[in-house]
């Protein structure tokens, strides 16, 4: 099994910048790829954005393009999520994820953390 732990999340005002952590344990050897979804209130979770754990492509939902990035530290087996430019929009439910592969992530993953509320005020 493989743990996900998420932090950073918190309330910021439009304009603003957060930064997300995730810090994947157990049998991390078998993840080939993490990344993050949200739920906003009343809506679906949505992929936000992922990384291929070796070479590090990228992958991101055209909401969030040139605004967010999506980077890792393997020796920490950790992922992170630079939120900037947030929008009131952006509030949800931030989750971290994990998959056998990026096209995996994004459609089905593996695993999920426990969640971390971004919240964004106009």
């Known amino acids: 099994q493989v743990q996900l732990v998420e932090s950073g999340g918190g309330k910021v005002q439009a304009g603003g910048s957060l930064r997300l952590s995730c810090a994947a344990s157990g049998r991390t050897f078998i993840i080939y790829a993490m990344g993050w979804f949200r739920q906003a209130p009343g809506n679906e979770r949505e992929f936000v954005g992922g990384i291929r754990w070796t070479g590090g492509t990228t992958d991101y939902a055209d909401s969030v393009k040139g605004r967010f990035t999506i980077s890792r530290d393997a020796a920490k087996n950790t992922v992170y999520l630079q939120m900037n430019n947030l929008k009131p929009e952006d509030t949800a439910v931030y989750y971290c994820?994990?998959?056998?592969?990026?096209?995996?992530?994004?459609?089905?993953?593996?695993?999920w953390g426990q969640g971390t509320q971004v919240t964004v005020s106009s």
């Open positions: 994820a994990a998959g056998s592969s990026l096209a995996r992530l994004r459609g089905e993953p593996d695993y």
